[in-house]
């Protein structure tokens, strides 16, 4: 099983979106963006994952992703 990373900031300013709130649409978890607009997802199996990220004042965004059975993956930054 891998881990997923990611950054979440903005698109118009580039600065770290914090308190974003990511979910993983095929497993139903939730994460929440630290101060830096870092998240993540431990512990997932290879497959197709789809994710949510909402953060007020923000258009909510929707991402697919896959997951090999080789390596962690780090989606870099997401901008809404």
Excluded: C
């Amino acid at each position: 099983n891998k881990d997923v990373s990611f950054t979440i900031k903005s698109l118009s300013s580039g600065d770290a979106i914090g308190n974003a709130t990511v979910t993983l649409v095929d497993l139903g978890l939730h994460t929440t963006t630290d101060s830096d607009g870092k998240g993540g997802f431990s512990n997932l199996p290879a497959g197709s994952y789809a994710i949510i990220i909402k953060a007020n004042g923000y258009v909510s965004k929707y991402k697919k992703f896959e997951i090999l059975s080789s390596s962690n993956i780090d989606l870099q930054s997401i901008e809404l």
